[in-house]
């Protein structure tokens, strides 16, 4: 008799699970429908794809367990991104890589950016610490799992390698910590093979090299900064000597364009371009970063002057009869000047902090990582004896 009753209940219960199963296909195209309209979509569609992949490699203890801790990571940077006033993209999820967020703007700084970054780690310490007293309550193995994955999770990333979240924390204090950060990452890849530790890797290693090359970047911007000057002064002054005033009917004076003095400039330029092209050549090479950084500064700077004899005859063979066509030509290269200079603050003045703030950062940093370090002991401890079991 209990037997049948089992059977029935069970059957009651497959028959209301088919029919929530065909109510929710009846209504997936008015919820996908939905999602379109709703500036969390691509989130949720790309959650509920990760946790239906890990679910199929791992079962669906293991993905709900992942996608909640990092889920939770992720809701950690968007609210201290939130609180900084700088616009994000919602959190992405993809299978075997992770989630991110896409900032729509940079930091002012790298202050702002260290506690945007520490905002994942801290959020993911949080998500975990409930488990700590439930399994020490009910010993399931499942908060035993939480506690392991999300210390691991959440100190890996505080590795001190960009783009991981630690090497944006470090980069307030010292960009130079990244390159100790490429050599833990290489450690692990050689320990222990993985395409996520390559990525990371590469992005490192292009974040790294991009930042000890700033000095180098930054001598190019201002040599281009002092260029594009020049170019606009050669631009009025061509723009001057290209039209001859006339009086109209009107008795207005009416700007026409000499077609002999064009073709004298365009000719002057081409020769220009040529003398440059040929100095490149004799040029060309490769050189050693760092060790002949003034010979590559030097074809650089050729390269640069190429560029704007190219303008120049680019603006000679194709301008406009109209006098205030050009005029507005070069008023909308002068926007660029601005643009330049505001690069280059932000080079020199990106990474500088007061020391009151490193020491800040340094203290934060590494409490959440002695913490994280606890729990990931404690969590491999539990680990160990459920297998043991």
């Known amino acids: 008799m209990p037997q049948q009753q089992t059977k029935k209940n069970s059957g009651r219960f497959r028959a209301a699970l088919a029919t929530i199963g065909l109510l929710i296909l009846t209504k997936l195209k008015w919820v996908i429908g939905l999602l379109k309209f709703t500036k969390f979509a691509s989130m949720f569609i790309s959650l509920a794809i990760s946790l239906g992949t890990y679910a199929v490699f791992f079962g669906w203890k293991f993905a709900a367990v992942l996608l909640y801790l990092m889920f939770v990571h992720e809701m950690g940077h968007l609210v201290a991104a939130k609180q900084k006033g700088i616009a994000t993209s919602p959190a992405i999820f993809i299978p075997f890589l992770g989630a991110a967020i896409a900032m729509k703007e940079r930091p002012k700084n790298a202050a702002d950016e260290a506690y945007l970054a520490y905002g994942g780690p801290l959020a993911g310490l949080l998500s975990f610490l409930p ?52 050599l833990a990452v290489a450690a692990l890849l050689f320990w222990q093979p993985s395409a996520i530790l390559i990525l990371i890797l590469l992005f490192g290693f292009f974040t790294w090299w991009n930042r000890a090359r700033e000095n180098f970047q930054a001598e190019q911007i201002r040599y281009m900064q002092q260029r594009h000057r020049n170019y606009l002064g050669e631009l009025r002054q061509m723009l001057e000597e290209l039209f001859f005033m006339r009086i109209d009917e009107g008795g207005m004076p009416d700007p026409v364009l000499n077609s002999d003095v064009r073709f004298f400039h365009l000719r002057q330029v081409r020769m220009k371009i040529g003398e440059l092209k040929e100095e490149l050549k004799e040029r060309s090479g490769f050189l050693i970063p760092f060790l002949q950084d003034e010979k590559k500064l030097k074809r650089k700077r050729l390269e640069i002057d190429l560029e704007y004899e190219r303008k120049k005859e680019a603006f000679l063979d194709g301008m406009s009869t109209e006098y205030d066509d050009l005029k507005a030509k070069i008023a909308e290269a002068e926007a660029a000047i601005p643009r330049m200079e505001k690069e280059l603050e932000r080079m020199k003045t990106y990474y500088q902090a007061p020391a009151s703030t490193k020491w800040k950062v340094l203290v934060l940093y590494l409490a959440l990582a002695a913490v994280l370090s606890f729990f990931f002991f404690y969590g491999e401890r539990i680990a160990s004896a459920v297998l043991m079991m």
């Open 131 to 182: 488990a700590v007293p439930l399994y020490a309550w009910t010993h399931d193995s499942v908060w035993g799992l939480m506690i392991y994955l999300g210390a691991l999770l959440n100190l890996f990333n505080l590795l001190p390698v960009s783009p991981l979240d630690g090497g944006r924390i470090v980069g307030v204090l010292s960009t130079k910590i990244w390159f100790l950060g490429l």
